[in-house]
C-alpha cells in the first residue's frame, strides 16, 4: 500500500497545476497510464520484484516523456509556464524555447534518476537511503536549475521588452 501512495504523491506532483491544456493531456495520460498499472501490479502482488524497481521505472517514464515531449517540440513544462505566463506569449519563439531547455534539463534529471536509481536496486534493492536520496536530487537539482534558467529568461524578456518599448517612444 505504500507504494501505491508513493505513485500517487508522485504523479500528485505533476498534476498540481490548474489542470493541462488540451495539447498537452497526452502527457499527462501516458504518464498517468504508467501510474495507474503500477499501482495495479503492487495491489495485485505486493510481493512482486517489480516493486524494488518502482525508483527506476518512475524516472524512466517521466524520462521517457519528457523526451518525447522535446521530440515533438511541445515540452512538457509548457502546462506549468502556461500558468505563470499571459497566453499572448504561449506562442512565441522564445517562450517555447525557453521551455524546450527547462524539459531538456527535467530529461536529463528524471534519466539520471533512472539510472541511478536501477545502478542502486542492482546492487542492493533494500538500500532505502540512497534510494530516497536519488529521488529526492532527482526533483531537488531539476527544479533548482530550471527555477534559476526560468528567472534569468523571464529577466532577459523584460529586458528584451523595455528595450523595444524605449525605441518606439524615440
Not at 498537452?24 to 503500477?38: I, L, R, S
Not at 536496486?121 to 540512497?130: G, L, Q, W
Not at 532577459?156 to 528595450?163: F, I, K, L, N, T
Amino acid at each position: 500500500m505504500v507504494v501505491v501512495g508513493e505513485l500517487l504523491q508522485i504523479r500528485g506532483a505533476f498534476a498540481a497545476v490548474e489542470g493541462p491544456q488540451e495539447e498537452d493531456a497526452e502527457q499527462g495520460a501516458a504518464t498517468c497510464a504508467f501510474f495507474v498499472v503500477m499501482a495495479v501490479v503492487a495491489l495485485a502482488d505486493p510481493a512482486s520484484g517489480l516493486r524494488n524497481w518502482i525508483c527506476a521505472l518512475a524516472n524512466a517514464t517521466l524520462a521517457t516523456t519528457a523526451l518525447a515531449s522535446l521530440a515533438v517540440r511541445r515540452p512538457f513544462t509548457l502546462a506549468f509556464a502556461r500558468a505563470e505566463v499571459p497566453q499572448e506569449f504561449w506562442h512565441a519563439p522564445r517562450f517555447i524555447r525557453v521551455n524546450m531547455v527547462l524539459t531538456a534539463i527535467w530529461a536529463a534529471a528524471f534519466t539520471l534518476g533512472a539510472l541511478a536509481c536501477a545502478f542502486v536496486v542492482h546492487y542492493d534493492h533494500s538500500a532505502t537511503a540512497p534510494l530516497v536520496t536519488v529521488q529526492v536530487l532527482a526533483f531537488v537539482v531539476p527544479f533548482v536549475l530550471s527555477g534559476r534558467y526560468a528567472a534569468r529568461a523571464k529577466a532577459a524578456a523584460a529586458a528584451g521588452q523595455a528595450m523595444a518599448r524605449a525605441r518606439t517612444t524615440e
